[in-house]
């Protein structure tokens, strides 16, 4: 088993920045990709972000270009450097991770932290 502690969500303004982390411990060994989805309330979940190793990562269309993910396998962690923030921003940001490759369908992560709150205010 994997476990995942989100960290760094709050609240900033429209423009601002934030920077969230994950922490995995447990069975570490078998991660292969790890990343980010988020969901606002009444709606869908969505991919925001995926890493494998350093130089394979996904994006989703809504995050390219200020957003940023990256990894330190050496401390098992997950960074989203999230920066000129959108109030569409704002949900619940989940660490996910697999034993496998790169994937943006929710349904492929075996394993999510308990989520950080993001709220972005206009």
């Known amino acids: 088993q994997v476990q995942l502690v989100e960290s760094g969500g709050g609240l900033v303004q429209a423009g601002g920045s934030l920077r969230l982390s994950c922490a995995a411990s447990g069975r570490t060994f078998s991660m292969g990709a790890m990343g980010w989805f988020r969901q606002a309330p009444g709606k869908a979940r969505e991919f925001v972000a995926a890493i494998r190793w350093s130089s394979y990562i996904y994006y989703g269309d809504s995050v390219k270009g200020r957003f940023t993910i990256s990894r330190d396998t050496a401390q098992n962690a997950v960074y989203l450097q999230m920066n000129s923030l959108k109030p569409e921003d704002t949900a619940v940001y989940y660490c996910?991770?697999?034993?496998?490759?790169?994937?943006?369908?929710?349904?492929?992560?075996?394993?999510w932290g308990q989520g950080a709150q993001v709220t972005v205010s206009a």
């Open positions: 996910v991770a697999r034993p496998g490759g790169l994937s943006t369908m929710s349904d492929a992560y075996d394993y």
